[in-house]
């Protein structure tokens, strides 16, 4: 049995989604149907599995418990034979590391979970939106000569960078001026498969 990811469309889990489909590595999903009772499509709930009641959480085919998005990508990544594979001998692997970290920390829970939260006020938000353009800026000039973040290929990286950047419009973190993340948000949403998984995300938060 492939391993099984708990899900939420459009939550942090679709970036590890967007992993595997790239990665070609095949993993089962599970839905979390209530984001308050954490309901699962298949019954029960997610509480039971993780106390927290978070994705990204993985049952991985030994039967072991995975959690943390980052963890679960580079879990993806390690079982893939294609390009989106990085040896942890090679110089990347800390490359690939650093930008999950970033994108974890930096991105996800410091920009992102405080502005969709209804516990913060608005002005509480924008101090924390006020965080994001240096590190816009700090991408930018990264990828000034680079396709994707680790160099020529999609990775782990990528993958959870795409999904913050499907979230920066709407969370009003998305500034105009840097043409370098501009672009690779254009390539890494042209890329087909990308796009068919965000698709099949879209179609699954319309039911
Ligand atoms: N440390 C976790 C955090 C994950 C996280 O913030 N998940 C959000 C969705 S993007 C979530 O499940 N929120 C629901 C909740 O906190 O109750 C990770 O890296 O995966």
């Known amino acids: 049995m492939p391993a099984l990811l708990y899900h939420r469309p459009f939550n942090c889990s679709l970036a590890v989604l967007i992993g ?16 308050k009772s954490k309901a699962l499509e298949s019954g029960g709930s997610l509480m039971a599995i993780n106390p927290l009641g978070q994705v990204s959480t993985m049952q991985l085919e030994n039967g072991e418990l995975l959690t ?5 990508l580079i879990w993806v990544q390690s079982q893939s034979t ?18 999950l970290g970033f994108v974890a920390t930096e991105l996800h829970k410091q920009a992102l979970r405080i502005i969709y939260y209804s516990e913060a006020t608005d002005k509480v938000k924008d101090n924390f939106r006020s965080l994001v353009p240096a590190r816009l800026a700090l991408l930018d000039n990264h990828l000034e000569s680079r396709d994707y973040m680790l160099g020529q290929d999609f990775t ?5 960078l795409t999904w913050f950047l499907l979230h920066a419009e709407r969370a009003k973190v998305w500034y105009p001026g840097y043409a370098n993340l501009e672009a690779y948000r254009d390539r890494v ?3 087909p498969v990308v796009a068919r998984v965000i698709d ?3 179609a699954a938060m319309a039911q």
């Not at 090679?90 to 490359?95: A, E, G, I, S």
């Not at 782990?156 to 959870?160: E, F, G, H, R, V």
């Open 20 to 35: 595997a489909a790239e990665a070609g590595v095949e993993i089962n999903t599970d839905l979390v149907v209530d984001t």
């Open 68 to 72: 943390e998005t980052s963890a679960c």
């Open 82 to 99: 294609t390009s989106f594979h990085v040896s942890h001998d090679d110089p990347r692997y800390f490359q690939m590391l650093r930008w």
């Open 156 to 160: 782990a990286a990528d993958a959870y």
């Open 189 to 191: 949403m042209a890329r």
């Open 200 to 202: 099949a995300d879209r």
